[in-house]
């Protein structure tokens, strides 16, 4: 079996979750909102939720009731000191660099943020591209145009020969209706419903797909049709 492209989450995902970026990252989210569009701050906690269940993120659903601008909104969420949460990760370049495959970060944020997180980690010439929010025209995982256009924009291979990796189950679930190989990053064991193959961080990835490695360039991709997929413990 072989792969051909690989596409990466951002957040939680190349780093920690235990770290606290994210965390400040949505306390930021909540802030915009009650700062920017003077809503309850009682009120906000179910408003955000109820825009992430309908629309897939906040600012889906800020935009649709609410007009933000995209590009405000997101300099205010992510204007954070990077390097008080993240620092350079030397094993994880060097792990990524040793694939052979294309490999593209795929976002629900923007590109700016991507690329400072990919700077702070040591880690930005590692990927081809980044594909964010804007990119795919503010759809959004778990939307199944968000991987439509995904695929378009990365030169349309075939998703049985790609694999995503996700902190997000229903990410995930969304990638395997369409034929991707999954891979739950920052998870200890299986979660619940999850087919695909779980690590609790990114670094375990050469331990549950080391096939990933051993990939015969004369060889064309495979797919995964056929593959027993298994957690990773």
């Known amino acids: 079996m072989s792969f051909s492209t690989l596409y990466f989450d951002l957040d939680d995902t190349l780093y920690s979750h235990e770290n606290g970026l994210w965390a400040a990252i949505r306390n930021r989210m909540g802030l915009y909102m009650a700062e920017k569009l003077g809503l309850p701050q009682d009120q906000i906690p179910e408003i955000r939720r ?4 309908t629309y897939g993120t906040t600012l889906r659903g800020l935009q649709k009731h609410h007009q933000v601008d995209a590009d405000d909104y997101l300099q205010y ?16 370049r060097q792990m990524l660099l040793g694939l052979p495959q294309r490999r593209f970060i795929f976002t ?4 700016a943020h991507a690329w400072r ?9 590692c990927f081809e591209d980044v594909i964010d929010v804007r990119k795919i025209e503010f759809a959004c995982k778990p939307e199944s145009i968000a991987y439509q256009r995904l695929l378009a924009l990365t030169n349309n ?4 020969c790609c694999v995503m990796l996700d902190d997000s189950p229903s990410n995930l679930a969304a990638a395997r209706q369409i034929g991707f190989t999954t891979v739950l ?3 200890d064991g299986p979660a619940d419903g999850q087919d695909g193959v779980s690590i609790p961080d990114i670094l375990r990835l050469p331990h549950a797909l080391p096939e990933l490695w051993q990939v015969d360039p004369a060889q064309p991709c495979q ?3 056929d593959r027993d997929l298994s957690h990773d413990q």
């Open 50 to 53: 109820v825009y992430y269940q």
């Open 157 to 160: 291979p075939d998703p049985h």
């Open 185 to 187: 990053v920052g998870a």
């Open 77 to 92: 969420v992510h204007d954070l000191p990077l390097e008080s949460y993240i620092q350079p990760n030397p094993a994880l």
């Open 117 to 125: 997180v990919m700077e702070v980690l040591g880690v930005s010439d």
């Open 108 to 111: 629900n944020a923007d590109d």
């Open 223 to 225: 797919g995964n049709s």
